[in-house]
Nanobody, 121 residues
Framework: QVQLVESGGGLVQVGGSLRLSCAAAGSIFSLITMGWYRQAPGNQRELVALITSGGNTRYADIVKGRFTISRDSANNTVYLQMNSLKAEDTAIYFC???????????????WGQGTQVTVSS
């Protein structure tokens, strides 16, 4: 069983910064990608950023230049540094991981429980 444990959400003013963390715990053979998605009220869940096992990154256009994703592979942890936050960044942020739990098994997708980020103007 794999769990993704998120932390770091909260309330911040426009222009401020927050850092989200997500640790993957459990039986993990190979972590392929880790990333962050977000969902605002009335909207669909959308990709914010992801990072591969090789360190390649991908960002949503609306966060490029403001958010940075990084990864501590030794500890199966991914971080999202969010700077210059805007009111429209307010959402629940979900950690995501694509991984293999054991040799010879299929790739699976796991989600964290979500952490609220609120940016006030």
């Amino acid at each position: 069983q794999v769990q993704l444990v998120e932390s770091g959400g909260g309330l911040v003013q426009v222009g401020g910064s927050l850092r989200l963390s997500c640790a993957a715990a459990g039986s993990i053979f190979s972590l392929i990608t880790m990333g962050w998605y977000r969902q605002a009220p009335g909207n669909q869940r959308e990709l914010v950023a992801l990072i591969t096992s090789g360190g390649n990154t991908r960002y949503a256009d609306i966060v490029k230049g403001r958010f940075t994703i990084s990864r501590d592979s030794a500890n199966n942890t991914v971080y999202l540094q969010m700077n210059s936050l805007k009111a429209e960044d307010t959402a629940i942020y979900f950690c995501n991981a694509d991984l293999v739990v054991a040799p010879g098994t299929y790739q699976e997708t796991y989600w964290g429980q979500g952490t609220q980020v609120t940016v006030s103007s």
